[in-house]
């Protein structure tokens, strides 16, 4: 699908296409607007060209810049958030029945009588700015953490996706975006030392306070459903293309087992999902979090046991 903007993604490495063997992670990493810069993208790159596995079990498949202006003309952010946009945007009411029920045990509060709000809303009821907000600190009994949502408790209220004013204000115009793919045979457990050892990089270097989680600094993709959703926003095509869909490997392998990339998709973009588990017994979760550091094989298995979804409209 061809994107709005004079200005494209610059492509300094091409993706190759797709690997549907199943053995394989496509692995994205991209740097945040605020880390964002020559320095941070070379000692991440540093820290997997010095691994033991590299050009071995993990390869550099694709590298771009995505200019800030091309990220807001095509509402990049909004799409690929869209899931939390959701409940940011209608705080209480988009709540499923298992989401108040956790709630009111955690919090030791009714639903019903809880002030809850979301993320829009309370930049007017507390007089914050998107970047106060995003920092506001509250302990971590004060968090809950439900169906890939985020929700504080201060001073009485509930704040639904605290983050997501941020992270549309700070991917502004003047904010570009560096993404690399990496293609792995190791599994997850080994990349996730791997991003441990890059964000140790970034606080050797100043670039990260010892105390910041490195989801501040830059984002990989968890499990194979996420893998997809960053490719369907940040793989393109030298002419500013995205890559089909058809084309990535997670949605290649799925392919030789009966799905399309219509069905994947739809999930993509209502990931809350009910799963029956191998007892009978029903699960609510959220894609995202239920297939993190899944291999291929056992990502499908979990879509194979979707019984239901939450239609996000």
Known sequence: MAREGSDGPQILVPYPGPDGSGEIQDIFV????ETNGVLVESLLLKVIQGCSQYRSGIRLVYLA???GQFIVDNHIVERHYAHKFFFAVHGKRAFTSRMKD????????????????????ALQVLDMTPDQLFRLWVPA?????????????????????YDIPALLHKNSRGTDIAVMLFRCNTDYRYFVELTGEMREALVAQSVLSADV???????????PMEQLLDATDYLCRNNGETVSVDDLSFVAYA?????????????????????????????EENIFTYTATDTYPEALEKLGAIRAQLWMR
């Open 255 to 283: 392919a030789e087992h009966g799905y399309t990339a219509a069905q994947l998709l739809g999930v993509v973009r209502s990931p809350i999902c009910v799963f029956e588990l191998p007892d009978g017994s029903l699960l």
């Open 102 to 121: 956790v709630f009111s045990r955690r919090f030791e509060v009714q639903f019903a009588d809880a002030d809850v709000i979301g993320s829009f809303e």
């Open 141 to 161: 009994e004060d968090v809950l953490h439900i169906d890939g949502q985020t929700i504080k408790r201060y001073e009485g209220r509930f704040i639904v996706n």
């Open 30 to 33: 991209y740097l945040r607007p």
């Open 65 to 67: 810049n995505f200019p």
């Open 213 to 223: 989680p490195a989801s501040r600094a830059f984002h990989y993709s968890k499990g």
